[in-house]
């Protein structure tokens, strides 16, 4: 089945173009893949830079895995609520969350995804709007394995 890809950084550019990925699915009849990418350094971190020979490792391990659980929910309540305007409209929504540099991540989930439409914001959280495009939608522009609809 044909399906449209929405990545967003829940920054407001990104929000325009799910507004538009919206348009787009209603006309076509698509379910909409919903992205969000958390880079490494966003990951809440146990910080025990300097190991204590009272906690075991693995205690250490556990601490680290039950965080960053709880954080992949509260980023999965988030997108839920980010992507409500879409399924009070009837459309069929995927959440995707994964962790890694937001264009690899993008042009990854299309291509499994069998995408054939990204859309995305032409700015984003980091928005230095006096430049032409963010970094990321210029790298997912030159790589991605089909059409890119940019929001502005
Ligand atoms: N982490 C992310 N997860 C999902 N989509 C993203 C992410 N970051 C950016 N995007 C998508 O790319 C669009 C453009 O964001 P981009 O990161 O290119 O701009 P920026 O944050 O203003 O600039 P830069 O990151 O280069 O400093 C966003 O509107 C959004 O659609
Ligand atoms: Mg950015």
Redesign the pocket.
């Known amino acids: 089945m044909k399906k449209i890809l929405w990545?967003?950084?829940f920054?407001p550019?990104?929000h325009d173009?799910g507004r538009q990925a919206l348009d787009c699915a209603k006309c076509t009849d698509r379910p909409i893949d919903v992205?969000?990418?958390?880079?490494p350094d966003e990951l809440p971190t146990f910080l025990l830079d300097v190991p204590d020979p009272f906690i075991a490792p693995a205690a250490v391990h556990d601490a680290e895995r039950r965080l960053e659980a709880e954080h992949e929910e509260r980023v999965r309540q988030e997108l839920t609520s980010e992507t409500r305007f879409l399924t009070d409209a009837g459309i069929q929504v995927a959440l995707h969350i994964r962790v890694g540099s937001?264009a690899d991540e993008?042009v990854r989930t299309a291509t499994e995804s069998a995408s054939d439409l990204i859309v995305?914001?032409?700015?984003?959280?980091?928005?230095?709007t006096e430049l032409l495009?963010?970094?990321?939608?210029?790298s997912?522009t030159k790589h991605a394995p089909c059409p890119v609809l940019v929001v502005r």
């Open positions: 990545a967003t950084d920054s550019h990104a173009a992205l969000t990418v958390v880079a937001p993008i995305l914001g032409s700015h984003g959280r980091r928005s230095l495009l963010g970094s990321t939608v210029e997912v």
